[in-house]
């Protein structure tokens, strides 16, 4: 089946490490997001890819870096720079039809935990 | 992007018809209007996209204004299952156009039984 994978589902460190969240996608879509959210609040992006080896700030890209070095690839990297990780991540990849971009679809996120 | 307003919560009887209110005033000639939804802890959900035409899928119908600074989401016969916190983005649709797809706070709707 196709679609949007993101692991682990839940995820526990302790502060000052950085951790990297996968998200892998078997849709062949060209674009992938990150996104946080956290209690009572909307989603908030990181970073997005358009292309592969290409990406770009999102609106809280602070204490994070990703890399996009395959197409169905877009890793998350939490550094120790971040000062609030705790929160729930979610990547989601889109694509185009013609000249309109399609929906995006949202993997089922990654609840990370710092202690 | 243009900045969409949605009410923060609304009501609506099961088997009623839910309509949720979007706000895009400022919203670009080459901008489309998205509709998500997103279920508690999970990933959102798309539902619809237009243009400036009415459209309707299986899930629901999208209705813009002719000015295109508002639109509605109408969900025909809402269910308990469509209680949810629900988004609408506007975004550049054309190729090469593409940026960050960004989220408001969205509107919860909540079925009542």
């Known amino acids: 089946d196709g679609g949007i994978t993101q692991s682990p589902k839940y995820l526990f460190r302790k502060e000052g490490q950085n951790v990297t969240l996968s998200c892998e996608q078997n849709?062949?879509?060209?674009?992938m997001y990150w996104y946080r959210q956290d209690p009572g609040q909307g989603l908030r992006l990181i970073y997005y890819?358009?292309?592969?080896?290409?990406?770009q700030k999102g609106d809280i890209a602070e204490g994070y870096s990703v890399s996009r070095e395959k197409k169905e690839s877009f890793p998350l990297t939490v550094t120790s720079a971040q000062k609030n990780p705790t929160a729930f991540y979610l990547c989601?990849?889109?694509?185009?039809?013609?000249?309109?971009?399609?929906?995006?679809?949202f993997g089922q996120g990654t609840r990370l935990t710092v202690v | 992007d243009a900045k969409t307003t949605q009410p923060t919560s609304m009501d609506c009887a099961e088997g009623r018809a839910a309509n949720l209110p979007c706000n895009h005033s400022?919203?670009?000639?080459?901008?489309?209007v998205y509709w998500y939804r997103q279920i508690h802890s999970q990933g959102p959900q798309y539902i619809i996209h237009?243009?400036?035409n009415n459209e309707t899928n299986e899930m629901a119908s999208l209705i813009i204004t002719e000015d295109r600074k508002s639109s509605t989401l109408i969900l025909p016969h809402a269910t308990l299952r469509d209680t949810a916190v629900y988004y609408c983005?506007?975004?550049?649709?054309?190729?090469?156009?593409?940026?960050?797809?960004?989220f408001g706070k969205g509107t919860h709707l909540i079925i009542q039984p």
């Open positions: 989601a990849s889109s694509t185009e039809q013609g000249a309109v971009i399609t929906e995006a679809f």
């Open positions: 849709l062949n879509h060209d674009a």
């Open positions: 890819s358009q292309i592969v080896n290409d990406f």
């Open positions: 400022t919203i670009s000639g080459n901008e489309y």
């Open positions: 237009g243009l400036k």
């Open positions: 983005i506007v975004r550049v649709g054309a190729r090469g156009g593409a940026d960050g797809l960004t």
